[in-house]
């Protein structure tokens, strides 16, 4: 079992920045790839970002490409995601996930852990 804990959601204005880490426990941490999704009301679930075991790889959604950055700390059992830019569309419960693998995947069905989520609101 890994257990995935979110924080640094919060309330901030168009054009500002934030920044979500994501405390993994429980299994080795770099045994899993990781992936930032987000789901706002009313919508489905959606793959943000998405970090290999390693750290070497990233990938990002269309959406968020060119403002946010994925990373990883496996000494540290986190993984950020620094959100810069933000506009109002971004607004979304904000979930960090790990799947058992060296790559990430954007599919939500496939990832095996989940962290409980950390609202992020952007006001215009």
């Known amino acids: 079992q890994v257990q995935l804990v979110e924080s640094g959601g919060g309330l901030v204005q168009a054009g500002g920045s934030l920044r979500l880490s994501c405390a993994a426990s429980g299994r080795t941490f770099s045994n899993y790839a990781m992936g930032w999704f987000r789901q706002a009301p009313g919508k489905e679930r959606e793959f943000a970002a998405g970090?290999?075991?390693?750290?070497?790889?990233?990938s990002y959604a269309d959406s968020v490409k060119g403002r946010f950055t994925i990373s990883r700390d496996n000494a540290k059992n986190t993984v950020y995601l620094q959100m810069n830019s933000l506009k109002p569309e971004d607004t979304a419960v904000y979930y960090c996930?790990?799947?058992?693998?060296?790559?990430?995947?954007?599919?939500?069905?496939?990832?095996?852990?989940w962290g409980q989520g950390t609202q992020v609101t952007v006001s215009s």
């Open positions: 996930a790990a799947v058992t693998a060296t790559r990430w995947t954007p599919w939500v069905s496939e990832y095996d852990y």
């Open positions: 970090i290999s075991w390693s750290g070497g790889t990233t």
